[in-house]
């Protein structure tokens, strides 16, 4: 098992190497294990916070045949076999930054019934998450919008979305510049992980309450 020992601007010009094999054989080499490792690392922390044991989802990228993924990422969720279908938390990056997220994507069959929570806990979920957090609505894009600009409204925009429209998604986290130092100490990225969802685990914590 490969231990983490930080990011480097290598790890990122991975996205930038033509064609699906080359690109594939280098994400497998250099950027998997790395990704397996921190999840891993982090899989006991996610299993105390959430109560639900936690089981590491590396990316395989497999349904790919012809173009190249522009970004990778590895998944913590509460079943050995699947993440896509279960709120989860992942760690991955693109070309041009690391994505730290609490995730439901458009696989989950709870998306509705999310929705109409977060609508009900709308104040607290605007009051917790921090100004320098980003939400997405589509984890295949690598845009987010900061926390700081997410007023009722535009929180509602995107609950109603995800109520209504079947590729809907809604992720929650960080997002970290490639040139940040943090990334390269390991220590020091993995307490950012850890800190990062321990302030995401109210929004898992509502998804448990639909069960």
């Known amino acids: 098992m490969t231990t983490f020992n930080g990011f480097t601007q290598e790890d990122f010009d991975v996205f930038s190497i033509p064609g699906l094999e080359n690109r594939m054989e280098a994400l497998r080499e250099r950027i998997s294990p790395k990704l397996e490792a921190i999840t891993t690392e982090l899989a006991p922390d996610v299993t105390a916070m959430t109560g639900d044991e936690m089981f590491v989802h590396v990316a395989k990228h497999a349904r790919r045949k012809t173009n190249p993924p522009n970004d990778t990422w590895a998944a913590l969720a509460s079943n050995k076999r699947g993440y896509k279908k279960l709120p989860h938390f992942q760690v991955g990056l693109w070309e041009s930054h690391v994505f730290i997220w609490f995730a439901v994507i458009y696989e989950s069959p709870i998306k509705q019934d999310f929705a109409y929570k977060l609508e009900q806990n709308k104040r607290e979920v605007l009051d917790q998450i921090p100004d320098d957090y980003v939400w997405s609505v589509d984890h295949t894009k690598p845009e987010a919008f900061p926390q700081s600009e997410v007023d009722e409204g535009k929180f509602l925009n995107m609950t109603e979305r995800l109520k209504s429209v079947k590729k809907a998604e809604i992720l929650c986290g960080r997002h970290i ?26 929004l898992y914590r509502y998804t448990k309450q639909l069960s």
């Open 177 to 202: 510049e490639r040139g940040d130092e943090r990334l390269k100490d390991p220590e020091a990225f993995l307490n950012l992980c850890k800190e990062t969802f321990q302030t995401l685990e109210p």
